[in-house]
């Protein structure tokens, strides 16, 4: 089969969100050495990496209008540049407030990505569902990269070295992507910035019942996933009695399993429509969840594991749903807008699974999240079999 124009686009997007999502996940593994070197806690780092998660939900919107102004192509050229470049300066950041501002810069100039490429793959793609799936997949296969080669680096040569890496996978897509892609003409570039802030215009594109549906959806399934991805590792430990190396074996596969999923459920979606694909997402995630709290061997926690993945897979098939809701020159704009929303108010799950632990249990935690997947999988299929238009 020959290679096309749009394989060419769909993989460098692909890469960039790699480059964006390896730099943040870097990080983690070499906490410990980060804390030790400046001799703060756990607690102020834990709240310069919370200002990094939500500078990056921050951007999504502005990201949008940006590249209704300037063209997609600009836009994720700045994402990948400046995340390179910030992991540089937090690399070599002298004190801890340096650190701290350049982990919300890095946030901020990452989360321009994102909602960018969808947009440019919906104008490349009319099975987008698919192309949002392949895409969605460099956010894990950087999950399952980063953390590894981050500690490797880390242990043998410091923390500063290991969050340098970023310059190594970044700069080679920057260039392959400022060589192999073509511009891309702006939707609206002469409408003034300011315009496009107007609260009346934002309340219009969030509104909308059909996008107001979605967004909560995406909302409560954020919040679980970001619960996961913070605490998954420690449930093990701390309610299966695990070993650190059992539990991180586990929290790979649980990555694996998503790269996977984002395929099938982006395919799902485009064959058999968006919300089949998200509530069969939903129901795996509250079955796998329920699974991880009440099984106790090995072959019954794996299959949990696989389903609780499927389950923070929806993304694939929610995102399209949102782009079906706006016409083509509010692409930009209102998805940016949206997955400021839902990735802002669903970075509250790492806090709140925090807190559920702490005053319950992580049994009660888990079974907290199994049963806010099942509320997204009852409003999808009420909204199904009622005909709501939702």
Not at 20 to 35: E, G, N
Not at 159 to 164: E, S
Not at 252 to 275: C, H, K, M, N, P
Request: charged share 10%.
């Amino acid at each position: 089969m020959r290679w096309q124009y749009r394989t060419t686009v769909l993989v460098l997007c692909l890469l960039a969100f790699f480059v964006t999502y390896f730099a943040r996940m870097a990080i983690s593994p070499v906490i410990p050495f980060i804390v030790a070197e400046f001799d703060v806690s756990n607690t102020r780092i834990g709240l310069a990496l919370t200002g990094m998660w939500l500078a990056y939900g921050l951007s999504q919107f502005p990201s949008g209008v940006l590249s209704d102004r300037y063209g997609e192509k600009q836009i994720i050229l700045v994402a990948v540049g400046g995340t390179v470049i910030a992991s540089l300066l937090l690399a070599f950041a002298p004190i801890f407030a340096v650190f701290v501002v350049v982990a919300f810069l890095l946030g901020s100039v990452a989360g321009l990505h994102y909602s960018v490429a969808t947009t440019l793959l919906s104008r490349t793609y009319d099975e987008l569902g698919r192309a949002v799936g392949i895409h969605s997949m460099g956010a894990p296969i950087a999950g399952l990269v980063a953390p590894v080669a981050s500690a490797w680096v880390g242990v043998r040569y410091g923390w500063r070295p290991a969050l340098a890496l970023a310059l190594v996978v970044g700069l080679p897509v920057f260039v392959l992507f400022a060589w192999r892609i073509d511009p891309t003409e702006p939707r609206r570039p002469e409408q003034l910035m300011r315009d496009r802030f107007e609260l009346t215009v934002l309340f219009d594109l969030v509104s909308r019942p059909a996008v107001a549906f979605t967004l909560v959806v995406a909302m409560l399934g954020t919040f679980i996933v970001q619960g996961l991805l913070t605490f998954l590792p420690t449930f093990f430990v701390d309610y299966h009695r695990y070993s650190a190396t059992l539990a991180g074996t586990a929290f790979s596969a649980f990555f694996i399993v998503r790269t996977v999923g984002q395929l099938l459920l982006g395919e799902l979606s485009d064959r058999y429509g968006r919300d089949l694909a998200i509530a069969g997402s939903m129901f795996a995630g509250a079955i796998g969840l329920f699974g991880l709290v009440v099984g106790r061997s090995p072959v019954t926690l794996g299959a949990a594991v696989v389903l609780a993945g499927l389950g923070s897979s929806f993304f694939a098939a929610i995102d399209p749903r949102f782009l079906d809701q706006f016409d083509t020159s509010e692409r930009g704009a209102g998805f940016g807008l949206v997955r400021t929303c839902y990735t802002v108010v669903g970075s509250a799950g790492s806090a709140g699974v925090g807190l559920f632990a702490d005053l319950f249990s992580w049994g009660t935690a888990f079974l907290i999240l199994a049963g806010l997947f099942s509320v997204t999988f009852l409003a999808l299929a009420v909204n199904w079999l009622f005909d709501l238009g939702y």
